[in-house]
């Protein structure tokens, strides 16, 4: 049984560029949060998508966005590239969008921005 | 607004030992689900006990059990008989009932000492 894969694992960029991570769900998941974990800090929510909807929004910009595919796998888009989006970022799915139901994580994508 | 607080950056414990984690945390809701999540070095953040703050008794899972004080907004982590593989970080985590919004605090780095 497969858990949350995310992929690259590590990734490097340059202030300006654009960069898509991607997330796929736990089997059986059709619910998919991303998270964005600055070095030192605990994860912050960027936003969760369900039905293919985005269907709640963290205080991210919208330079962060996002898409859910049919087969429950997702994207996480960011348009011009800050220093400051220098993170780990995480994905975590779960089954509906409903709180009894837990998350479960990937091992994150590590994005550098030169 | 909400907020986690770990006020320990860094806790210390001998294997075979005892540790309480602390955390704190701030709302005016009354609903909602606490979470103590680890993650190793390798990334992955995992659920290690979840609390619903309608539940008076504490949970516990083998080695892990919580000390929820709900008046004081406190949730504190206690890993009894502690091992190797524990070190980690180890964030304390908040939400809503309604909101997909968890909020995580800033950590706290568990050493396990031989």
């Known amino acids: 049984d497969a858990g949350v894969t995310q992929s690259p694992t590590h990734l490097i960029k340059t202030r300006g560029q654009q960069v898509t991570l991607r997330c796929s769900p736990k089997?059986?998941?059709?619910?998919v949060s991303w998270y964005q974990q600055a070095l030192g800090q605990g994860p912050q929510f960027i936003f969760q998508?369900?039905?293919?909807?985005?269907?709640q929004r963290g205080n991210f910009p919208d330079r962060f966005s996002g898409h859910q595919f049919p087969n429950y796998s997702s994207e996480l888009n960011v348009n011009a590239l800050l220093l400051g989006d220098s993170a780990l970022y995480l994905c975590?799915?779960?089954?509906?969008?409903?709180?009894?139901?837990?998350?479960?994580f990937g091992d994150g994508t590590r994005l550098s921005i030169l | 607004a909400q907020t986690v607080t770990q006020s320990q950056p860094e806790m210390s414990v001998q294997e075979a030992e005892t540790v309480t984690l602390s955390c704190t945390y701030d709302?005016?809701?009354?609903?909602?689900?606490l979470f103590w999540y680890k993650q190793p070095p390798s990334r992955q953040m995992i659920l290690v006990i979840r609390?619903?703050?309608?539940?008076?008794q504490n949970a516990t899972e083998n080695r892990f059990s919580v000390n929820f004080q709900k008046a004081a907004k406190s949730f504190s982590l206690k890993i009894s008989d502690s091992q190797l593989g524990d070190a980690a970080m180890y964030f304390c985590?908040?939400?809503?009932?309604?909101?997909?919004?968890?909020?995580f605090g800033a950590g706290t780095r568990l050493t396990v000492k031989p």
């Open positions: 985590a908040y939400l809503l009932y309604n909101n997909n919004d968890m909020r």
């Open positions: 089997s059986g998941h059709d619910t």
């Open positions: 975590a799915s779960s089954l509906g969008f409903l709180h009894d139901q837990p998350q479960h």
């Open positions: 998508y369900y039905e293919e909807e985005e269907r």
């Open positions: 709302t005016s809701e009354s609903d909602y689900y």
């Open positions: 609390q619903e703050a309608y539940k008076q």
